[in-house]
């Protein structure tokens, strides 16, 4: 079995962000909208904005409290929308429950949307009118594609059809003229199904979900779940029991994760060059 180490794609996408924005005539800024204070939602803002600074974009922070109204949080996002040199605004996930999540992503200027979560970036990526979109979908298929494995013909299955995940991987996955099968809770038949995939992508959040006697010799394992077990991040895919039969698996941390950081400041550097 072979590892598919994110950490060293990741590198690679952003030595290549970091020559792109030095070439640019203005430095991009970047907003990660952050409320209230959940810890883990503070550890994600503060690793972007130092890999935000580590390529040369300009981190702009935007942190309001728990209790702010949708009405207010909106219009502050209007506010930066409109600053000079922004090129790309997400809103850190989740959201306190009383705030409408929907009205609050759709409220991003749809070209500086980098994480393609509001109604018409989102359209814009289903519709194949974009190059930029998703960065977790994105970052499968860079590990995908980062593999000397040719998919022709290959049966591909597609784990949950998350809105992170499952539906823009599939997409992708379509656009580059495959053609994946999306398995969900609900699909009969899943076991054989994924018994047999030659390569099997899951973002279903479920630990240690997929193990050895479920996958057929030498498949390829893209493992985009996170759960936590035991104080530390798990996949979907147990990955000691799969690392016999697995050709290729990305691990969980250091697969995903880090080019999902990676894609995202790529989709920064797609906004700022088209400025």
Same mark, same amino acid.
């Given at each position: 079995?072979?590892?598919?180490?994110?950490?060293?794609?990741?590198?690679?996408?952003?030595?290549?962000?970091?020559?792109?924005?030095?070439? /640019?005539?203005?430095?991009?800024?970047?907003?990660?909208?952050?409320?209230?204070?959940?810890?883990?939602?503070?550890?994600?803002?503060?690793?972007?904005?130092?890999?935000?600074?580590?390529?040369?974009?300009?981190?702009? =922070?935007?942190?309001?409290?728990?209790?702010?109204?949708?009405?207010?949080?909106?219009?502050?996002?209007?506010? /930066?929308?409109?600053?000079?040199?922004?090129?790309? #605004?997400?809103?850190? /996930?989740?959201?306190?429950?009383?705030?409408?999540?929907? @009205?609050?992503?759709?409220?991003?200027?749809?070209?500086?949307?980098?994480?393609?979560?509001?109604?018409? @970036?989102?359209?814009?990526?289903?519709? =194949?009118?974009?190059?930029?979109?998703?960065?977790? @979908?994105?970052?499968?298929?860079?590990?995908?594609?980062?593999?000397?494995?040719?998919?022709?013909?290959?049966?591909?299955?597609?784990?949950?059809?998350?809105?992170?995940?499952?539906?823009?991987?599939?997409?992708?996955?379509?656009?580059?003229?495959?053609?994946?099968?999306?398995?969900?809770?609900?699909?009969?038949?899943?076991?054989?199904? #994924?018994?047999?995939?030659?390569? #099997?992508?899951?973002?279903?959040?479920?630990?240690?979900?997929?193990?050895? =006697?479920?996958?057929?010799?030498?498949?390829?394992?893209?493992? @985009?779940?996170?759960?936590?077990?035991?104080?530390?991040?798990?996949?979907? #895919?147990?990955?000691?029991?799969?690392?016999?039969?697995?050709?290729?698996?990305?691990?969980?941390?250091?697969?995903?994760?880090?080019?999902?950081?990676?894609? /995202?400041?790529?989709?920064?550097?797609?906004?700022?060059?088209?400025?």
């Amino acid at each position: 079995m072979k590892i598919i180490d994110g950490k060293k794609i990741r590198d690679e996408i952003l030595e290549k962000v970091k020559r792109e924005i030095a070439s /640019l005539p203005f430095q991009p800024i970047f907003c990660d909208v952050l409320v209230g204070e959940d810890p883990s939602s503070i550890q994600y803002v503060r690793m972007k904005a130092k890999t935000a600074e580590s390529v040369g974009i300009k981190f702009h =922070n935007a942190s309001f409290p728990a209790g702010v109204n949708t009405k207010d949080l909106i219009n502050e996002i209007k506010i /930066l929308n409109k600053m000079p040199n922004m090129c790309g #605004i997400i809103v850190q /996930l989740p959201l306190p429950a009383a705030l409408d999540r929907r @009205a609050v992503l759709d409220a991003i200027d749809p070209e500086l949307d980098v994480d393609s979560l509001g109604t018409v @970036a989102s359209e814009k990526f289903y519709n =194949n009118s974009v190059t930029a979109g998703f960065p977790t @979908a994105l970052a499968c298929m860079k590990l995908l594609n980062s593999i000397d494995v040719d998919l022709k013909d290959k049966k591909i299955i597609v784990l949950g059809r998350g809105e992170l995940v499952g539906r823009p991987v599939a997409a992708l996955l379509k656009f580059q003229g495959f053609s994946p099968v999306i398995v969900s809770s609900q699909t009969e038949n899943k076991e054989t199904l #994924i018994k047999q995939a030659d390569v #099997i992508i899951s973002g279903i959040g479920k630990s240690k979900f997929i193990t050895g =006697n479920m996958i057929k010799k030498d498949a390829v394992l893209i493992d @985009a779940g996170t759960s936590e077990s035991e104080g530390g991040i798990v996949g979907d #895919i147990d990955f000691d029991s799969v690392k016999d039969t697995a050709g290729f698996i990305s691990p969980v941390p250091g697969g995903v994760g880090p080019v999902t950081v990676a894609m /995202l400041f790529n989709n920064v550097l797609k906004v700022a060059k088209q400025k």
